[in-house]
């Protein structure tokens, strides 16, 4: 079976920085996009930041300017580093991958909290 290991989460001040790890494997198709959601507690999950086969990004609005997604193709894994952490940002972060053959897969989440 497809399998997400997700890792990176901790807990952090604000104005802190993480850097989160995604790496999938026993995957039968090539990856076409690979990204990051969270979900906060209470609410709904959220697009936090996905990066294309070709390289093209998208990301959250509240977000942006503050957060990093990059991918390296040999070892099937997405990053995302964070800066400038708010406590906003606190939230259950889920690894997402969208196969060749366009079957999403979820990772099983790591917890970032921001607290002071």
């Known amino acids: 079976q497809v399998q997400l290991v997700e890792s990176g989460g901790d807990l952090v001040q604000p104005g802190g920085s993480l850097r989160l790890s995604c790496t999938a494997s026993?995957?039968?198709?090539?990856?076409?996009?690979m990204g990051w959601y969270r979900q906060a507690p209470g609410k709904e999950r959220e697009l936090v930041a996905i990066?294309?086969?070709?390289?093209?990004?998208t990301y959250a609005d509240s977000v942006k300017g503050r957060f990093t997604i990059s991918r390296d193709n040999a070892r099937n894994a997405v990053y995302l580093q964070m800066n400038s952490l708010k406590v906003e940002d606190t939230a259950v972060y889920y690894c997402?991958?969208?196969?060749?053959?366009?079957?999403?897969?979820w990772g099983k989440g790591t917890l970032v909290t921001v607290s002071s």
């Open positions: 990066i294309r086969d070709g390289g093209g990004t």
């Open positions: 997402y991958v969208l196969t060749g053959r366009f079957t999403p897969y």
């Open positions: 026993r995957l039968m198709f090539t990856i076409h996009t």
